[in-house]
């Protein structure tokens, strides 16, 4: 059964492109976390999904950044006309179902390089 | 808000030392709290958990205590080996949530 996979590893772009990640969780999970990690900073919230809907995005800045999650294929979060602040890593999790003591797969991440 | 502070890295240690990570957490409620590791180029893995005061998250010989009296959640290991090195973050998660809020990580590099 393999992990949650995440790709690219490494993502670099110029300002103002555009970025895709992609996240496909392990077989079986339908609920979808993004993390982003900014340097010398923990693993901050983004996003929570589950398969076609958004359950929380109240870590998600609230322009550029989008999440979906859709029925057939990976989470994708999508940062248009990125900036050198959104250069970090970003983690991806799943779980097959939610609750407090629900255990939470992390992929390798993806880390983004704005130039 | 709920947010957590754990020691500042890199720690370096040599082999079969005894490890200490401080972690100490913010959170109304009960939070559960957790220990992730990270090995060099892998995604994070859960290490050891507790979901209520006094209970004690162990495993692959670590272990962690959960301390209401003195929010902390501190990481133990009597032994440590080369394989051990990696980050490691501690994180909570409110009782009433999902959303984990993660430290900073602290690095840890045993040497033979």
């Known amino acids: 059964n393999a992990g949650v996979m995440q790709n690219p590893r490494h993502l670099v772009r110029r300002r103002g492109q555009e970025a895709r990640l992609r996240c496909s969780p392990m077989?079986?999970?339908?609920?979808v976390y993004w993390y982003r990690q900014l340097p010398e900073e923990g693993l901050k919230f983004m996003v929570y999904?589950?398969?076609?809907?958004?359950?929380?995005e109240s870590g998600m800045p609230k322009e550029r950044f989008s999440a979906e999650f859709p029925k057939e294929g990976p989470s994708i979060l999508r940062i248009q006309q990125v900036v050198r602040g959104d250069s970090a890593a970003y983690f991806c999790?799943?779980?097959?179902?939610?609750?407090?003591?629900?255990?939470?797969?992390f992929g390798s991440g993806t880390q983004l390089s704005v130039l | 808000g709920n947010s957590v502070t754990q020691m500042e890295g890199p720690v370096t240690l040599s082999e079969e030392a005894f490890l200490t990570i401080n972690c100490t957490y913010t959170?109304?409620?009960?939070?559960?709290l957790f220990w992730y590791v990270q090995y060099p180029g892998e995604g994070l893995q859960l290490l050891l958990k507790?979901?209520?005061?006094?209970d004690k998250g162990s495993n692959k010989g670590f272990e962690a205590t959960y301390r209401k009296e003195t929010t902390s959640f501190h990481l133990e290991k009597g032994s440590v080996q080369v394989s051990d090195s990696a980050v490691y973050f501690c994180?909570?998660?409110?009782?009433?949530?999902?959303?984990?809020?993660f430290g900073k990580g602290t690095s840890l590099l045993v040497t033979p």
């Open positions: 999790a799943s779980s097959p179902r939610t609750g407090v003591n629900e255990k939470l797969f």
């Open positions: 077989k079986g999970h339908s609920h």
């Open positions: 999904l589950q398969k076609e809907n958004i359950i929380d």
């Open positions: 959170a109304t409620g009960y939070p559960s």
């Open positions: 507790a979901t209520k005061a006094d």
């Open positions: 994180a909570l998660r409110p009782h009433s949530g999902y959303a984990l809020n």
